[in-house]
Structures are given as C-alpha cells and as structure tokens.
C-alpha cells in the first residue's frame, strides 16, 4: 500500500516544546479552514509528589480558541512511555476525537498484566474514540489524512500524513539522533527497520515532525524537530546512506542493552493505554501502582 503525501496542501503546523520530557505538541491547522487536530499532548505531572497539573495543555488550549479554530482530532502516534497524554482534558475544554493506533489493544493487554489491573480494565481500546488501521483515512477539515501502521517501537505506532506532513512519533528522531529504541514490550528492531523504510517512500519533500528530540547525540545543538524524507534519507546516522537491516538491527540492539528505563514509564503506561485517563482505586480516588522488577 503506498501512503502519498500531498506535497501541494500544506497544512499550518505550530509546534509546543516541553523541556521536561522533550516532547513536542503539535496543533495541525487544515489551510482550507478552520478545522485542526492536536498530536501528541502533554499533560504535566511531578511524579515524586503525586501532582498532576496542564500547564502545557492549556497553552495548546489557549491557541486554539485565540486563533478561532475547530478542533477535531487528538492524536496519539503511540501509547508513550515518557510523558502523559493531555488528550482527555482537551478534549473536555474543546472537543474533538481522541485517536490511536488499532495494535493498542496488544499495548493493553501486556500492560495490563504488568501492572495486574484485573478484569475491569478494558483491553478492547475503547477508551479511545477511533482505532487506526494501517492506511485508514479520516478529515481534519477539508484535509484527509492518513495512517500509516509503523511498528517497531511499539506495536501501536502509527506515522500520521497530512498534506506535505508527516508526524512520525518515535518511529523517528532528527537525522543526528538517528532512531528510538526497540526493547520495550512488543518492540522489534527488525520491524522498526522496516517501518523507516516506508515512511522514507514519502516523495523526498515531504516534512517530517519527530516527537521528541534532546539536542542532537550530545546536546551540542539547539532543540529542533522539523525535517524531511529527503533529508532523513540521506544523513538519518542509524539508517540513512543505505545502511542494511543487518546492521541497523545489530547497532539497535546492542545500543538499547545499554539504556535506562524512561523516568516516567510507570505512570505513562498506566494513563496512556487509558487514552490519558488516570487509573482509580476502588474509592474512586486517583491513584497510580508501582509494580517492582517488572520493567
């Protein structure tokens, strides 16, 4: 199946960069109307006091009633294990759907093991709005955007295409920081090689957003998260110049044997596999579990 961008409908993007999860927020205005989608919210948590706060979320809220735009979609590129989804409170203030990838439910139920949350916890992904499929096609306006099924990273990683831009998530990161790490639960370097691959056949124009980015492989750069296939293709230092799927899966993992665990996995998890709702005990009281050398 091919995924054609649409080089001459190009779409206002207007990035929010989270320095405390190097995140970055997108509001994706359709430039036929007023309509736009949201990809990737941030909601803000200090997890070692329990707080969680929207500062970030409301400065996306913010622009887009300043702005007078119509939000229809939240976007999730994948269940992150770095920071949590805003999407529930957005949609509260403005509406909207709340979308993700149809492999959440693969998410859910190992997750949902991992952190024994019982028969009550829905691992059918109905707790979101609209599951993806690789190719299915939705609006923003008069935009219609597509969804490109990318697994690797996670099981649910979706690339969303719309008009002359690509949101790619973690599938991939700015040409010198090369690729995200394959090692969680249901991640394969192999099938995150693959899906680099297809999201390089978009025409070599086409803008790619990345989801996070830290400055480059030793922060010796400014933070920065627009590029292109074109660019991607040629300078990407994990896969980029022709590099074979041997040697991309060797360095891959190799590399993700030396990595920590993301400093907020364990709350991340537990509210994105919930479409950005916070879990609750029997009382009804928020409330995360720390399950113990489990990750």
């Given at each position: 199946?091919?995924?054609?961008?649409?080089?001459e409908?190009?779409?206002?993007v207007?990035?929010?960069?989270?320095?405390?999860?190097?995140?970055i927020?997108?509001?994706?205005k359709?430039?036929?109307?007023d309509a736009?989608?949201?990809?990737?919210?941030v909601?803000?948590?200090?997890?070692?006091?329990?707080?969680?706060?929207?500062?970030?979320?409301?400065?996306?809220?913010e622009?887009?009633?300043e702005?007078?735009?119509?939000?229809?979609?939240?976007i999730e590129?994948h269940?992150?294990?770095?920071?949590?989804?805003?999407?529930?409170?957005i949609?509260?203030?403005?509406?909207?759907?709340?979308?993700?990838?149809?492999?959440i439910?693969?998410?859910?139920?190992?997750?949902?093991?991992v952190f024994n949350?019982?028969?009550?916890f829905?691992?059918?992904g109905?707790q979101?709005?609209a599951?993806?499929?690789?190719?299915?096609?939705y609006q923003?306006?008069?935009?219609?955007c597509?969804a490109m099924?990318?697994?690797?990273?996670?099981?649910?990683?979706m690339?969303?295409?719309?008009?002359d831009?690509a949101?790619?998530?973690?599938?991939l990161?700015?040409?010198?920081?090369?690729?995200a790490?394959?090692?969680f639960?249901?991640g394969?370097a192999?099938?995150?090689?693959?899906?680099?691959?297809r999201?390089?056949?978009l025409?070599?124009?086409?803008?790619?957003?990345?989801?996070?980015?830290y400055?480059g492989?030793?922060g010796?750069?400014?933070?920065?998260?627009?590029t292109?296939?074109?660019?991607e293709r040629?300078?990407?230092?994990?896969?980029?110049?022709g590099?074979?799927r041997?040697?991309f899966?060797?360095?891959?993992?190799?590399?993700?044997?030396?990595?920590?665990?993301?400093?907020?996995?364990i709350p991340?998890?537990?509210?994105?596999m919930?479409?950005g709702d916070?879990?609750?005990?029997?009382d009804?009281n928020?409330?995360l579990?720390?399950?113990?050398?489990?990750?």
């Open positions: 199946m091919s995924y054609p961008s649409n080089l409908i190009k779409p206002e207007t990035p929010f960069f989270d320095s405390e999860t190097n995140t927020t997108y509001v994706v359709d430039p036929g109307s736009c989608a949201v990809v990737d919210s909601m803000d948590i200090d997890y070692f006091a329990g707080r969680i706060t929207y500062d970030n979320a409301d400065k996306v809220i622009y887009i009633r702005n007078g735009l119509q939000l229809e979609w939240l590129t269940v992150h294990a770095d920071h949590l989804s805003a999407a529930p409170y949609q509260q203030e403005l509406g909207g759907r709340i979308g993700i990838g149809a492999q439910t693969v998410v859910q139920e190992t997750f949902g093991k949350e019982g028969t009550e829905q691992r059918d109905s979101f709005d599951l993806f499929t690789d190719g299915d096609t923003v306006g008069t935009m219609t597509v099924h990318t697994p690797g990273h996670t099981p649910a990683c690339v969303h295409v719309m008009g831009a949101f790619v998530g973690d599938t990161f700015m040409p010198d920081s090369g690729s790490r394959a090692d639960p249901g394969d192999g099938q995150l090689y693959d899906s680099i691959q999201v390089l056949t025409p070599d124009a086409t803008r790619l957003f990345m989801c996070h980015d400055g492989q030793n010796q750069r400014d933070f920065a998260w627009e292109t296939v074109g660019e040629e300078g990407n230092i994990h896969v980029g110049g590099k074979s041997e040697e899966v060797r360095f891959r993992t190799e590399r993700d044997a030396t990595l920590a665990v993301p400093r907020l996995i991340s998890l537990q509210v994105n919930r479409a916070v879990p609750e005990d029997p009804g928020p409330m579990k720390v399950p113990v050398n489990k990750l």
